[in-house]
């Protein structure tokens, strides 16, 4: 009897200790993997897609960030029907095809090609884009099979736009 009231004794001091732990009182809580605060991406998969209208746009579903701003001048070239970049990139002169956030789409608006961004706006031909995003090497193994039109490879490469990242 006496062995079974330490036994019984032991029992409630565990159930005691435990219940104080996992209690709210002041301790932080611990985050699971996916319930943390910080996104890492590795895509393991580019998802770029390629939208074969007047003026033809290439659109990414990618988890990036704007990690360094990028900008140029938006022009049509009529020739392949394709929008590119100009701009200026320590220094250097680039022409570089843009490619658009997902849901971007294709405009004509009197006579000026560009596209339509969710949450910013029209940017036309002449009109310069600043926005968060990377540039891409032509040569980048995430466009070699991606099925981008040839005529719309710019010899510079690619400028990359982040979505929510568009500034005036």
């Known amino acids: 009897m006496k062995s079974l009231k330490v036994i019984l004794f032991a029992s409630a001091g565990v159930l005691a200790i435990s219940a104080c732990s996992n209690s709210d009182g002041g301790a932080e809580p611990v985050k699971s993997a996916t319930e943390s605060t910080e996104q890492v991406s590795i895509p393991s998969d580019e998802k770029l897609s390629f939208v074969d ?14 990690g360094m701003a990028v900008s140029g001048r938006l022009a049509y070239e009529a020739d392949s029907k394709c929008l590119v970049v100009n701009g200026k990139r320590a ?3 680039f022409t570089a095809t843009p490619i658009w956030p997902k849901d ?11 596209v339509r961004v969710p949450g910013f706006g029209t940017v036309l031909e002449g009109d310069t884009v600043h926005a968060g995003g990377s540039y891409w090497k032509a040569d980048d193994k995430r466009v070699r ?7 719309c490879r710019a010899e510079s ?12």
């Open 53 to 66: 209208s007047d003026p033809k746009i290439i659109v990414h579903d990618l988890a990036v960030s704007p």
């Open 91 to 93: 220094e250097e002169a």
């Open 104 to 114: 971007v789409e294709p405009v004509l608006n009197e006579g000026k090609r560009g």
């Open 145 to 151: 099979a991606s099925g981008i039109d040839p005529a």
């Open 157 to 168: 490469g690619f400028i990359v736009f982040n979505a929510d990242s568009f500034t005036k």
